[in-house]
Every structure is written in structure tokens, then in C-alpha cells.
């Protein structure tokens, strides 16, 4: 299959990082590689760019896309969390930028393989690397009715949590849950399929993938490993397409700005915090009206940027 994938706000994203000739980078989910193009295009003729991605597919088609900066380029078949590992594996000096992108593919979508998209027919997996972790299906059909709830309400904000973990396993004690189709179903039956703004699966599906990516949890550490290996000067920028994601790397921005973490009662600061990022948007950058247009899956793209500072 084409890994086809229009870079989200790109020409912002270029903006923000300001890459120059010779400079280093991190594209911590490569994806299509068109962020990954640009930068290498920035950062000629010697700049070099470290490539993550879990899904081994979306990387097999950056190298191919990318073969003209091969000289310039390391590809890694991996988690953005564990970027500083491989960064020093890869003896760069210092780190002027890193980019994490956290948003979903065309290709990936059209993957009936994967479980992605509900609209299409196909296997529930939903995992970035198929070859580990638990499946949609594995979770679906093993975790508590409590569990699934949690998944619901914390990820999705679905207000129909319980009742939607309900029925799962209600459906499960029937036959395993195992396809798309098994899934909507049950989505259908709870919420209904009446007329919205977003198709009453959206959101079940993407807490569903979430929770089966741990996406959250790498988010934070990959946050943490992007400032360790930043050079003095270096920029940070995240683009999220989920509430929760945009407000931990918010969270993570403010804190790492503040000279002080004490609690507000106490008189004086005994933390002795040392702030590691100046925050460069105090609002997220947004698409506009055109690329939405161009782009729908944009819509809900947020682009929160912050510069690496001396201790």
C-alpha cells in the first residue's frame, strides 16, 4: 500500500523549529516524512535528522520517500520515548530540534488490516507496532468492565462510559468481539447513530487506540527525552489531535517554564526548580480555514512550541 500522508501544519511547523544549514533534528513520528523533507530541505547540505517510527510500514515508506537525504538520515524502528538512547547511539553533538507529530495517517486509516478507522471492514488491532503489545481485540475481550470504563471516561470523555463498557462485555459473553464491524455494533446499540458533528464512534475509537498505544504515557516520556537531548537554543514543537495529549504537553510546557513547583501556601520556594523551557506559544497554533479545507483531518490539529534554555 502507498503510505500517503499530508503533513499538518508544515509551513508553521518550519516556522517555529527554524531549521539552518548544518543543523541536527529529531522527526520523533516520521510518518509520510513530509515534515521530515522539509527540515532535510532546511538543513543542507550537512544537517543530519533522526527518524523514529513504531509503525514499521510508515517507516519502510519515509526511506523510500527520503532515499535523496539518505546520507543524512538514521531510521529508527522505535518508540519517540526512547529518543535520547538512540541519539547518543548516533554521536550527535548537540540537538537543535525536535518534532513529535501525534497524528494519525491517511494510510494508516485506509489499512482495513489494522483497525484504525471504523469505516472500514476489517481486523480490530490497532497497534502502531504489530509486533508487540496487546491488540484492540485482546483488550476488548479480557479487560474489566471497570477497566474499559476508565478507557471510556479518562481517554474519550464519553459520557456514556459505563454503559458502553457494559455492553462489551455483555457482546464478549456471546462471541469475542474480533472486527470493526463487531465493535460498531456495540457503539451503534449504546449511542445510536443519529446525525452529529463527529460520528458517535470517533472518540470511542480513539481512547480505544490510546489506551492499546499507552500514547499518554509515551507522550510524557518522550517529552522528558526531547529536553535532555536538546542543545542550549534548541525548539520543541508537538502537534496533538486529542484534548488530552494537547493538555499534557501544555502542562509539561508550563511546568518546565516555572522557576518554582512549591505549592502556593508556602512562603518560600524550597524546590529550587530550575526552568528548562522558554514556552514560545502561549496559545496553540491552529490551522487555517484553506488547509482544514485541503485537509480535513486537520481540524483538531493543535501545534504548542517551546525553546530549550540554560540551567
Same mark, same amino acid.
Given at each position: ?12 511547523? *518550519? ?12 522527526? !520523533?513520528?516520521? !510518518? ?14 550537512? !544537517?543530519? #535528522? ?13 526511506? @523510500? ?23 547518543? $547511539? ?29 469505516? /472500514?471492514? !476489517? ?31 479518562? #481517554? ?14 455483555? $457482546? @464478549? @459473553? ?8 463487531? #465493535? ?24 480505544? $487506540? ?10 510524557? =516520556? ?17 502537534? /496533538? ?55 480535513? $483531518?486537520?481540524? =483538531? ?7 530549550? *534554555?540554560?540551567?
Amino acid at each position: 500500500m502507498a503510505y500517503h500522508h499530508t503533513p499538518v501544519l508544515l509551513q508553521e511547523v *518550519i516556522r517555529g523549529l527554524n531549521p539552518q544549514p548544518g543543523q541536527h533534528f529529531v522527526d !520523533g513520528t516520521v !510518518g509520510g516524512g513530509g515534515h521530515a523533507w522539509a527540515l532535510l530541505e532546511a538543513t543542507a547540505p550537512d !544537517g543530519r #535528522l533522526v527518524a523514529f517510527d513504531r509503525d514499521a510500514a510508515a517507516l519502510a515508506s519515509a526511506q @523510500r520517500k527520503l532515499e535523496p537525504f539518505s546520507h543524512r538520515l538514521t531510521f529508527i524502528h522505535d518508540s519517540y520515548s526512547q529518543l535520547a538512547t538512540y541519539v547518543r $547511539r548516533a554521536n550527535l553533538p548537540r540537538l537543535d530540534g525536535v518534532l513529535l507529530d501525534l497524528g494519525l495517517s491517511s494510510a494508516q486509516l485506509a489499512d482495513s488490516t489494522r483497525g484504525f478507522s471504523f469505516q /472500514s471492514a !476489517g481486523a480490530l488491532d490497532l497497534r502502531f507496532d504489530t509486533s508487540q503489545g496487546v491488540s484492540a481485540a485482546e483488550l476488548l475481550n479480557t479487560a474489566s468492565s471497570e477497566e474499559l470504563e476508565q478507557i471510556w471516561r479518562n #481517554l474519550g470523555q464519553e459520557p456514556q462510559a459505563r454503559a458502553l463498557a457494559r455492553a462489551i462485555v455483555a $457482546r @464478549r @459473553r456471546q462471541r469475542p468481539l474480533a472486527t470493526t464491524g463487531d #465493535l460498531l455494533e456495540v457503539v451503534t446499540m449504546v449511542k445510536g447513530s443519529g446525525q452529529r458533528r463527529h460520528h458517535p464512534a470517533t472518540l470511542v475509537w480513539q481512547a480505544l $487506540r490510546l489506551a492499546v498505544n499507552h500514547e499518554l504515557t509515551e507522550l510524557a =516520556s518522550g517529552l522528558k527525552a526531547a529536553v535532555e537531548v536538546l542543545g542550549e537554543g534548541g525548539r520543541l514543537a508537538v502537534i /496533538s489531535f486529542h484534548s488530552g495529549e494537547d493538555r499534557l504537553v501544555k502542562d509539561f510546557f508550563r511546568r518546565e517554564s516555572r522557576t518554582c513547583l512549591c505549592p502556593p501556601e508556602l512562603p518560600v520556594c524550597r524546590c529550587h526548580h530550575q526552568p528548562t523551557l522558554k514556552v514560545l506559544t502561549t496559545k496553540p497554533i491552529i490551522p487555517n480555514s484553506a488547509e482544514i479545507l485541503r485537509n480535513p $483531518r486537520a481540524r =483538531s490539529a493543535k501545534l504548542r512550541l517551546a525553546q530549550k *534554555i540554560n540551567r
